[in-house]
């Protein structure tokens, strides 16, 4: 129910959605200089592959779990008072700590792809199934209705300004959207794709990035995945794809994260506010 607060799942699909994006101006000026790179690094140091503003907003997810913790049972006191039962958390602390901190971008050394392919697809899993009440027409109207004001409540408890706290997250949302559009459409993006691309084409593979590539391959049979993987890998190889694409990438993001540190922060900061005692 609270997936639509997550940033990060913002980043990603902005990401999958436009890797195939046409070449367009856009508002967004992006700076592939690499001069922000220093402070940037200096203060919000990011691995290798990893969006620097998603690692800010969500951090280890420890942070997230707790926020869970009191939402969950914030909001179950009140389905509780209301005389349903109610769990007081529907995810695992696995998925709040590991599901939304995925990589940006991940390499394919030519050694990985001959011995695992692309790897499992990932699986972005909800929370794990419970007994909801067995309620029809009007009974579960108003079970509904009770549900959406005690979410509410949660929210309440565990921001200080909850609202505040959305305007901005919204506003930071939105300006990630327009860098991550601008970058996949940018001339430098789509050059290092086309010669990644050509490469792949004299092999007899039709794909426009690696992403897409990787994609096709988790739909189709284990021998006809790896065999894409060699190739991307190999084409990789040959166009230094992932330093040169992480080289742009990192460059751009530094210099829009200190454009929007303030915003950046102040979401971070906000969304770190959580009542006191909140859940093991």
Request: charge should be negative; charged fraction near 25%.
């Amino acid at each position: 129910m609270l997936s639509r607060y997550h940033l990060l799942v913002v980043i990603v699909a902005v990401a999958a959605s436009s890797c195939g994006a046409d070449r367009s101006s856009d508002a967004t000026e992006l700076d592939f200089s690499g001069k922000a790179l220093p402070a940037a690094d200096s203060q919000y140091p990011v691995a290798y592959g990893y969006s620097r503003i998603a690692q800010l907003i969500e951090g280890d997810g420890d942070n997230r779990w707790q926020r869970e913790l009191v939402i969950g049972k914030a909001t179950a006191d009140c389905m509780h008072r209301a005389g349903y039962d109610y769990p007081d958390i529907r995810w695992t602390k696995d998925q709040i700590v590991s599901d939304w901190i995925r990589p940006r971008h991940v390499p394919l050394s030519i050694d990985d792809a001959r011995t695992v392919g692309y790897g499992p697809a990932p699986t972005f899993s909800g929370p794990p199934a419970t007994d909801r009440v067995n309620l029809e027409g009007e009974a579960m109207a108003k079970y509904q209705d009770w549900e959406l004001q005690c979410v509410v409540e949660g929210l309440d408890v565990a921001f200080a300004d909850f609202e505040t706290y959305e305007a901005n997250r919204e506003s930071l949302e939105t300006a990630v959207t327009e860098f991550e559009t601008a970058f996949s459409a940018a001339n430098e993006t789509h050059d290092l794709n086309a010669s990644w691309a050509d490469c792949m084409s004299d092999r007899g593979y039709s794909y426009p990035s690696p992403e897409e590539a990787r994609a096709a391959a988790w739909g189709t049979t284990a021998d006809a995945a790896r065999a894409i993987a060699v190739v991307d890998a190999e084409c990789r190889s040959v166009t230094d794809y992932d330093s040169q694409w992480w080289e742009l990438y990192s460059s751009a993001e530094a210099a829009f994260m200190l454009e929007h540190e303030e915003l950046v922060v102040t979401v971070f900061q906000s969304g770190r506010v959580v009542a006191t005692g909140s859940g093991q």
